[in-house]
């Protein structure tokens, strides 16, 4: 899920078993189920909320007129994933953005299709879902290349 559409959830878009949402660049829906570990923390955010009320304490109504409070509350996001990274002693970059393209190289490298992927991130085309997957090492080409040729 993007970030802007997560700081967009609203009480109400949480079912006993679902997360339902709308892609806010393709208005695609999504129904996601709610795993076990995903219900503990909704439910710490639900307590004493409203349905119309914001999931998070982030309040951002995707208009264009609090768009710098979004892109500034999606920078503390990420500077709070870096001290967590660091301490964790994780290599590399992670941000929203980082956590959301690595679930694809992910999946892709667990075999999961481009399609599946692709419709996953609400993408419009193939195309874009492409450009953001991570190419194979050359290991995996190679034993690839081994088990279709023997």
Known sequence: MNFIDLVQLK??????????YKRSKSDKQ?????????REILNFYITNKAPYDYLFPTNYDGSTKHYQKYKSQRRRMNERLYIIVEEAGIEGN??????????????????VSTELISESFGHGSLR????????????????VNSMVTS
């Not at 999504?30 to 995903?38: G, N, Q, S, V």
């Not at 953005?97 to 075999?111: D, P, Q």
């Not at 874009?128 to 034993?143: A, G, M, P």
């Open 128 to 143: 874009t879902t492409q450009i953001y997957l991570k190419d194979f090492e050359s290991e995996v080409l190679d034993e």
């Open 30 to 38: 999504f129904i996601i189920k709610i795993t076990d570990e995903l």
């Open 11 to 20: 009480v109400k878009n949480v079912t006993e078993f679902h997360l339902h």
């Open 94 to 111: 992670f941000t929203t953005y980082h956590i959301r393209h690595s679930w694809a190289t992910i999946a892709k490298y667990m075999g």
